[in-house]
């Protein structure tokens, strides 16, 4: 009983760190998105934020000098047409200043400072609408060495933060798929026209949770944003979180900029959940009726590495003693096909019947999970079959009498699942 416990705290542990690892990982990632996106508004702000405040000061200087000019021809005239005309081209050089009601009056004021578009708030907004891609157009670069930055910095942060989207649509997905394995109470695998059922009924689920979450949040965003309407914050959310961004409706309480910010990428994951879904169905009714065909020229991604079915063939059949002139016998695209339509695949034997020959030429590593006694028994149980299932035999690779496993034609011993049998080519026979 102790022993067992040690045992299980001893995994317990070890999944711990296998998973705190991989979460780290993606930590990291998501740290260093948000450090690029402060470091661009940092840099945006700096170009930006200087320029603007020479500008104001060159704004409000011009803006007195057409005032007072204007003034002064007015108390020249009394033609009404004449003072139609002067005042359309006052407010036609007023135009050409790009500036908003609100600085004009401050320009106008020598006591009231103008509002700075670039403040490092609005920096982060800007830097966040370039990598989401929103572009929602209320600020934009002036200066040609700010352009520039601009397009350096979204060729690389876009797709840093498409990549990162994605991996916490991904982990939003497997979310749903927990919920829906919950509802059903185990996992649930259907064939044909039931497997689409249920890839269209994910799909209508990922899309109530989106259309929730966007309701919800259309009704929190008037709470500081106090000129919109709940119509105009559901308007909103759907241009932004659909990265449409017309930018006629745009964040304007920088003091609760960062709910905001996180109310958009919550929705861009949903949404990104949602297109990955979608796409599953696509997928699936693209390839409806199709047979399975060059099966080991697929490429799988597996433990971070990319391989093709072929390797992982090759490989999973020598680590359970398969040779390679076997591996090669068997037609995998017929295999697979009836894997998929749940037909049971023939049993195909491991070992040769001239197994000395199959040793001088082929040898291979043979993975063995239990001693010669079980295995005995195991065979004599099936009856002293040399035949595996490739798919359902779990526990036992490969049946192996006693008097082979003792023959010179190999060495064995006990080990544990991760360490293979070793095979030796050149055995002297014992005495």
């Known amino acids: 009983s102790h022993l067992i416990s040690s045992s299980l705290a001893v995994k317990k542990r070890m999944r711990a760190k296998h998973i705190a690892r991989i979460a780290i990982a993606h930590i990291c990632l998501y740290i260093f998105v948000i450090l690029y996106i402060m470091f661009g508004a940092f840099v945006f702000h700096y170009m930006e934020g200087e320029k603007e405040t020479v500008k104001h000061q060159v704004q409000r200087s011009r803006i007195t000098v057409l005032k007072r000019d204007l ?86 942060g876009i797709p840093l933060f498409l990549i990162t989207i994605a991996d916490i649509g991904r982990f939003s997905k497997t979310g749903i798929m927990f919920i829906i394995k919950k509802i059903f109470r185990r996992e649930i695998r259907k064939e044909g026209e039931q497997h689409l059922i249920r890839e269209v009924l994910e799909v209508l689920l990922v899309i109530g949770i989106l259309f929730f979450f966007i309701a919800a949040g259309s009704a929190v965003l008037p709470m500081w944003e106090r000129e919109l309407s709940y119509f105009d914050s559901v308007y909103f959310s759907y241009m932004s979180l659909t990265t449409i961004g017309l930018g006629d409706i745009v964040p304007r309480r920088m003091d609760f900029l960062l709910p905001t910010l996180l109310y958009i990428t919550i929705g861009l994951w949903l949404t990104t959940a949602f297109v990955e879904q979608l796409a599953d169905v696509f997928r699936l009714v693209h390839y409806a009726g199709r047979q399975v065909k060059n099966v080991k020229g697929i490429s799988v991604w597996l433990g971070g590495r990319r391989l093709s079915m072929g390797a992982l063939i090759q490989t999973v059949c020598r680590k359970v003693g398969m040779s390679d002139h076997l591996i090669g016998s068997i037609n995998w695209d017929r295999t697979m096909q009836a894997a998929l339509d749940g037909i049971q695949p023939s049993l195909v034997p491991i070992f040769p019947w001239h197994f000395a020959d199959f040793v001088e030429r082929d040898p291979p590593l043979i993975d063995v999970s239990m001693d010669l006694e079980e295995m005995e028994r195991e065979q004599q149980m099936n009856g002293g079959s040399f035949f595996c299932s490739m798919l359902n035999n779990k526990n036992i690779p490969f049946m192996l009498p006693r008097s082979l496993a003792r023959s010179p034609f190999m060495t064995a011993r006990r080990h544990s699942l991760d360490t293979p049998f070793n095979l030796s080519q050149k055995i002297e026979p014992p005495g």
């Not at 007023?94 to 004009?104: M, P, V």
């Not at 009231?112 to 490092?120: A, F, S, V």
């Not at 002036?142 to 930055?149: G, I, P, S």
């Open 71 to 156: 003034l002064d021809s007015l108390t020249k005239t009394n033609d009404e047409s004449e003072i139609d005309e002067l005042l359309f081209y006052y407010m036609k050089n007023i135009s050409k200043l790009n500036i908003t009601l609100d600085n004009y009056f401050s320009f106008i004021d020598p006591l009231k400072e103008p509002q700075k578009r670039w403040t490092y708030p609005a920096s982060v907004l800007f830097s966040f609408t370039i990598l989401t891609t929103i572009g929602y157009g209320n600020v934009a670069p002036t200066t040609y060495e700010c352009k520039v930055f601009t397009m350096i910095y979204g060729a690389i």
